[in-house]
């Protein structure tokens, strides 16, 4: 069982910086592909950013150049580092572990709020 915790949601100016964390359990946490999404009221949920076991990343055409992910596997730690915030921002951010096809886990959300 595979468990996820975010962290790092909160409220931000536009173009200002926000850094989530995603902390996993488990021994083969390293071998996941991991990704953020995130989601609005009455919207679906949207990948942000994955990143591979190997560590290679893809990221929504809207962050990039603006958002960073990345992993530490020692600390089974996944980050997405958010700069240029815009308010189109603004949504609950997930972390996600990807195992296989129907084997996937979800962490609890954090609110990433970008306003003025």
């Known amino acids: 069982q595979v468990q996820l915790v975010e962290s790092g949601g909160g409220l931000v100016q536009p173009g200002g910086s926000l850094r989530l964390s995603c902390l996993g359990s488990?021994?083969?946490?390293?071998?996941?592909?991991m990704g953020w999404y995130r989601q609005v009221p009455g919207k679906q949920r949207e990948l942000v950013a994955g990143?591979?076991?190997?560590?290679?990343?893809n990221y929504a055409d809207s962050v990039k150049g603006r958002f960073t992910i990345s992993r530490d596997n020692t600390k089974n730690t996944v980050y997405l580092q958010m700069n240029k915030l815009k308010p189109e921002d603004t949504a609950v951010y997930y972390c996600?572990?990807?195992?296989?096809?129907?084997?996937?886990?979800w962490g609890q959300g954090t609110q990433v709020t970008v306003s003025s």
């Open positions: 996600n572990a990807y195992i296989t096809f129907a084997n996937e886990y």
């Open positions: 488990g021994s083969t946490f390293s071998i996941y592909t």
């Open positions: 990143i591979t076991s190997g560590a290679r990343t």
